[in-house]
């Protein structure tokens, strides 16, 4: 699966961004997805997750109740919408195909990220 996100920019606190997630391949619905994100001088980190048929969502603790993932698999389009920006929401985000084979999870396939910044 090729993977290219978009929707990222500059917003000012308490703003609001959709990115989005488009793949390729015609596997999209096959996968559950992630999203990253990777702030200046840091690894990067899990975000969110949404499994394959998009009824099951989960959050790192930081977003919940100011994001949402979901996705649209007849159009192989991944989402995350974001409310209540704040400065510390700053990084590179990325998605990411997710699954577990024999145990062990594996992110395949990775977007080339998109930056949001928030200006506080």
């Known amino acids: 699966a090729q993977l290219v996100e978009s929707g990222g920019g500059l917003v000012q606190a308490g703003g609001s961004l959709r990115l989005s997630c488009a793949s390729s391949g015609r596997e999209f619905s096959d996968y559950a997805m992630v999203w990253f994100r990777q702030p200046p001088g840091k690894g990067p980190r899990w975000v969110s997750a949404i499994n394959n048929g998009g009824d099951r969502t989960y959050y790192e603790d930081s977003v919940k109740g100011r994001f949402t993932v979901s996705r649209d698999n007849a159009n192989n389009t991944l989402y995350l919408h974001m409310t209540n920006l704040k400065p510390e929401d700053t990084a590179v985000y990325y998605c990411?195909?997710?699954?577990?084979?024999?145990?062990?999870?594996?992110?395949?396939?990775w977007g080339q990220g998109t930056q949001v910044t928030v200006s506080s």
């Open positions: 990411a195909t997710y699954t577990v084979v024999s145990g062990t999870v594996e992110y395949d396939y």
